[in-house]
């Protein structure tokens, strides 16, 4: 998979997607990711890439030129682009679903948005998708899209040592996940429950089963209500 990242501020993407999974991804091949910086494709003396809304009112706006530019540039680069995805506090809410389905993509742009956000044109004829990881508003749209390339790139076959992890995480299957211990077996007076230590793996199993079930209840009730009955 390829992501293109599109930022005024492609230095704070450039630490964390050089670490942990994004990093294991882009070592292994699996991965490719281009930091675009959108000051490269404004013009005049001061590379401007904002400017005053029009109808006044605070802030800036993200000027569409550039974007279009940069756009344009990055299309004319390796395999058609899937998807142009826009992080925004008012797109579709990231889940699980969501980025499973994005991870089968053979190639991914987002634009981070910043400031009051892009121009309108920007989302009305670039914009294929717009994402949102939570109902909050973050400084740019650089945060969102490292948490959504993390959440995909895991996903990714060949990423992670065991196939099987990222299909027992929390939301795969509309529960959270259940508790997990580790050695010693017992820590200050609080011992690892009895089954895990069984070796009984159907019991662990349906031990884990009921754990998922009755922190899910307690935590996110609204999750059962959305959960399909076939997942059972």
Known sequence: ?????????????????????????????????HIHDLREYAEGKHRQVDDYPFGGGAGMVLKPEPIFRCLE?????????DEVIFMTPDGEVLDQPMANGLSLNKRLVMIAGHYKGVDQRVRDHLVTREI???????????????????A?????????????????DSFQD????????????????????????????????????????????????????????SAD
Do not use: N
Not at 21 to 33: C, N, S, T, V
Not at 186 to 212: C, M, N, Y
């Open 73 to 81: 540039a990055i299309a004319e680069q390796g395999d058609p682009i």
């Open 1 to 33: 998979m390829r992501v293109d990242i599109i930022t005024c501020l492609p230095d704070i993407l450039k630490g964390p997607l050089d670490e942990s999974i994004p990093a294991r991804a882009r070592r292994k091949g699996l991965l490719e990711i």
């Open 174 to 229: 509309g529960l959270l996940d259940a508790p997990a211990y580790t050695r010693p077996a017992e820590f200050r007076g609080d011992a690892v429950p009895e089954v895990l230590t069984s070796g009984d793996h159907k019991r662990i199993d349906a031990w884990r089963d009921e754990q998922r079930l009755q922190k899910t209840k307690a935590r996110r009730p609204d999750l059962l209500e959305k959960r399909d009955p």
């Open 152 to 168: 995909v790139a895991r996903l990714l076959p060949g990423v992670l040592g065991d196939a099987s992890s990222a299909l027992t």
């Open 132 to 150: 949102s990881i939570g109902d909050y508003v973050l400084s740019g749209g650089e945060l969102a899209a490292m948490v959504l390339v993390d």
